[in-house]
Structures are given as structure tokens and as C-alpha cells.
């Protein structure tokens, strides 16, 4: 089981990025995946999820609007990211859920994360 994210990097205030997250070695349509990010000293916290098999999504407050999750209807989870801000900062990881849940508690598999820093 294997979880490989990537795409961050430098971006200014209100600029876009897109994360990518493979998936590979699981049924990848019979899970959720869920995207979280951590910002240094603070915990982590979750940021959006996609249900398995098409069955929905699910976002976090503070970015609901702004970040898109989607899928290729392969194994592939993205996060699209616009309008970015500098409290948008953080190492983003990708992770497999075991339940519906929004806790890191409840995912299982975690990809290596990956960089987003939004600055000028």
C-alpha cells in the first residue's frame, strides 16, 4: 500500500495550485481518501476528503470555496487549490481512510506530504 503525493511549491497570494495523490497496491475505489495539512507548531488538521466509489466529497471551513478534491476515476485523488492564502501554508499530506471521518486518527495509510507555501 502506497500513497504518493505531490505538486507543491511557491505561490503567491491568490495563486492556485494542484496536488496530486497516487494510489497504488488497494482497491482504491473502495476507500476514502482524505487530504490534511500541517503548518509548522500546529497540528494537523484536515482539509478535504473524497468518498469511495463517487459518492461525494467533503471540505473543511476554511477552505470550502476555494479547494476543489476530485478524482480520475483511477487512482489518483486531487486537490485543486485557488485563491490562495499565506495561512494556506503547510506540508500537505494525502491518506487512506478506514471510516467516514474527518480525524487523522481514522486514516491508516499516509503518503510523505508535500510543501505548499503561499507568499510574496
Not at 467533503?58 to 476555494?66: L, P
Not at 478534491?69 to 486537490?79: K, R
Amino acid at each position: 500500500v502506497q500513497l504518493q503525493a505531490s505538486g507543491g511549491g511557491l505561490v503567491q497570494p491568490g495563486g492556485s495550485l494542484r496536488l496530486s495523490c497516487v494510489a497504488s497496491g488497494f482497491a482504491f475505489d473502495s476507500y476514502d481518501i482524505g487530504w490534511f495539512r500541517q503548518a509548522p507548531g500546529k497540528d494537523r488538521e484536515f482539509v478535504a476528503l473524497s468518498r469511495w466509489n463517487g459518492r461525494g466529497t467533503g471540505y473543511a471551513d476554511s477552505v470550502k470555496g476555494r479547494f476543489t478534491i476530485s478524482t480520475n476515476n483511477g487512482n489518483t485523488v486531487y486537490l485543486q487549490m485557488n485563491s490562495l492564502k499565506p495561512e494556506d501554508t503547510a506540508v500537505y499530506y494525502c491518506a487512506r481512510a478506514t471510516s467516514y471521518s474527518t480525524f487523522s486518527s481514522d486514516y491508516d495509510r499516509w503518503g510523505q506530504g508535500t510543501l505548499v507555501t503561499v507568499s510574496s
